[in-house]
């Protein structure tokens, strides 16, 4: 179980300019890696910065408007705003490169339950010659790592895991000729003060919410292979150019069935590869992820969403977007809506459960409880406190949850409940939310389910519609490829305890904290380290469904 990535290395100011070179950089390898049409980039916009520009740009305020201005008409800073300026007009004129782009192996995702933690994964591949990856796909952190150089790593052979048909790879920087460490000296290198010279290789360390559970290593560049969407599927195989953690030491949950393989991180942050393929001018700025019932899913870089979706902005923290975060109007169940059940929330597809504050969570739990018609049962020690016996699952009554948002905006949510299964099938289900310390609340990847969330990052907000993820609205059906089968159980059954291999995992709370404490978002910190205490009760509520099973002898 992971809880909210934390990266430890404070992110300096300096980082803000930083994207420049970054894109400077990209385009560098892009020229050679894709069939880009940026050659002709740098004459026309000699006169981008100049004082009329700027004036207008920054309405004589001086405070940059997300972006910094550069000081020195002349300094390298210069010359690599222009660039990505130059850059930023082009797509705006022409549109990004491609409309829609999906790792290498196919848009699909998938999630293996228990097995995993409950988070949904998706095969990439990375390197030339190119090599496999099952990483875990995180909303709530930026960096992709995967193992690598391997001090420290989860085991890694197919035999170790019930879900998997092939062994997990390990990558190795000097066996990929598009590898190259990232330097101390580059602009995102964070732990660049620490160096002993500009030359050293750049280190990185994230520390998750979980407790003690961290990835270390280096920071290296290399393509991340992509395909191209629309008609013509899989017809172009893009080589992007990504910033990889060359993941050598993990530890805690990354050692005990979560991401054993890897992570992406799919944040707001530079590092993220939705961002690095936005500022390459691949696709638009925006992504989205679709979680099935059936525990498959899709995720397509550059996808804006159908033309008919709900929407909500993200909201920012002190200021800043740092990560995902909506505003939540209100609360209902069924056709009651409750007062005073407003909130924020992190939008984390790395959570697997939703998280509410304390207060919101008493109003709803309450009235769901009074619309449940099912005899409440308790499993004793266990964090789920509405939890109703039940049959089977064609019996289910469950009352509908709806969150409503700002202009008439509303989420159905889906499926709120989780299954307790044994033996023979259901033996009762609980309400899948847990409460929050603090007032920022976790929409997890159980909320999310049945829908297509767009992450549109341009726009700043979040959009939904309701999908089975597999037709996208324009009636296209979008290509996928199926890389291994993969057995689904949403929860862990007594079969997964005993089953060689089978591991007894927690759920996984993932995202990472804000980096730079401040008054709320020291709360948001709170809230998070509040989720730890959970995890060896979710720890027991697996042992207890299997007392549960012992004691009624129901099988
Ligand atoms: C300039 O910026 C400050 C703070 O960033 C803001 O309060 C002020 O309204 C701005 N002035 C103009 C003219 O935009
Ligand atoms: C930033 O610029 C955009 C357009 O360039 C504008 O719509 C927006 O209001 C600006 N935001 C601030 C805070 O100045
Ligand atoms: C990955 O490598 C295999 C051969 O090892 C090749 O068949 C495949 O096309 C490559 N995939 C990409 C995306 O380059
Ligand atoms: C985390 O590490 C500390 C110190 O090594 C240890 O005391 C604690 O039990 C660990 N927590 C977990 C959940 O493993
Ligand atoms: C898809 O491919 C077919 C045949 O190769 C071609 O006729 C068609 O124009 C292509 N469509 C797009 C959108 O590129
Ligand atoms: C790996 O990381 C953990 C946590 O930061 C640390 O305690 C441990 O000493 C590291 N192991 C190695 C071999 O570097
Ligand atoms: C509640 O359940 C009982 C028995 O399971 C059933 O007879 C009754 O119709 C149900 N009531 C509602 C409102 O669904
Ligand atoms: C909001 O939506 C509801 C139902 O979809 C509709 O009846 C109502 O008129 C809408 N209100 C506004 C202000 O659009």
């Not at 393509?223 to 030491?249: D, F, Q, R, W």
Request: charged share 15%; glycine share 10%.
């Amino acid at each position: 179980m992971m809880l909210m990535l934390r990266v430890r290395v404070a992110m300096p100011t300096a980082v803000r300019c930083s994207m420049f070179l970054l894109t400077a950089w990209l385009m560098v390898r892009n020229a050679g890696a894709v069939t880009t049409a940026t050659s002709s980039l740098s004459s026309r916009l000699v006169h981008r910065f100049s004082d009329e520009v700027k004036e207008l740009r920054f309405s004589g305020n001086g405070s940059a408007n997300g972006s910094s201005w550069p000081g020195r008409k002349w300094s390298i800073e210069y010359y690599q705003m222009l660039l990505s300026s130059d850059f930023r007009r082009q797509n705006m004129k022409l549109g990004a490169q491609y409309q829609l782009l999906f790792p290498s192996q196919g848009s699909k995702t998938m999630s293996f339950g228990n097995d995993f933690g409950w988070l949904h994964y998706t095969w990439i591949d990375i390197g030339t010659p190119n090599v496999s990856f099952l990483v875990a796909l995180d909303a709530g952190s930026d960096l992709l790592w995967v193992p690598c150089d391997c001090v420290q790593c989860a085991p890694l052979s197919a035999g170790y895991y019930s879900s998997l048909d092939r062994d997990l790879n390990e990558y190795n920087p000097s066996g990929s000729s598009t590898s190259k460490h990232l330097s101390c000296s580059h602009q995102l290198c964070e732990s660049g003060p620490n160096c002993k010279g500009p030359k050293q290789s750049c280190s990185y360390t994230i520390n998750y919410f979980s407790e003690n559970t961290s990835s270390s290593g280096l920071l290296v560049e290399d393509v991340l292979h992509l395909a191209s969407g629309g008609e013509n599927a899989s017809k172009y195989l893009v080589h992007a150019p990504v910033i990889i953690g060359c993941g050598m030491n993990q530890s805690g949950g990354y050692l005990d069935g979560v991401a054993p393989d890897g992570l992406m991180g799919l944040g707001l942050g530079e590092l993220a590869v939705p961002s690095i393929l936005a500022k390459a001018g691949l696709v638009r700025n925006s992504f989205s992820m679709c979680f099935n019932e059936d525990d498959s899913g899709r995720i397509f870089f550059g996808d804006l969403g159908p033309a008919r979706q709900q929407s909500t902005s993200f909201l920012p923290l002190d200021g800043i977007y740092k990560t995902y975060i909506v505003g939540v109007e209100g609360c209902c169940i069924g056709n009651s809506c409750l007062k005073q059940t407003n909130f924020r929330a992190l939008i984390d597809s790395g959570t697997s459960f939703t998280f509410l504050p304390d207060d919101v969570y008493e109003k709803i739990t309450k009235e769901f409880d009074r619309h449940v018609n099912a005899t409440r049962s308790s499993y004793e020690g266990s964090p789920w406190r509405y939890c109703y016996e039940s049959s089977s699952q064609e019996s289910l009554e469950v009352p509908s949850l709806t969150l409503v948002f700002p202009l008439n905006n509303s989420f159905v949510v889906h499926n709120p409940v989780f299954t307790i299964h044994g033996d023979q099938g259901v033996l009762g289900f609980c309400l899948a939310i847990q409460p929050a310390d603090g007032d920022i609340g976790t929409i997890g990847q159980n909320f999310m389910t049945g829908y297509r969330m767009v992450f549109d990052r341009e726009s700043l907000k979040l959009a939904w519609s309701r999908s089975n993820c597999q037709d996208l609205s324009d009636g296209k059906r979008m290509p996928l490829a199926s890389p291994s089968g993969t057995p689904l159980n949403p929860l862990p059954t007594n079969e997964q305890q005993s089953s060689p291999g089978g591991h007894a995992v927690a759920p996984a709370v993932a995202g990472r904290a804000p980096s730079k404490p401040s008054a709320a978002s020291s709360q948001l910190i709170a809230s998070r380290f509040c989720l730890l205490r959970l995890l060896p009760e979710l720890l027991l509520l697996v042992n207890i469904i299997s007392v549960f099973k012992a004691d009624t002898g129901i099988i």
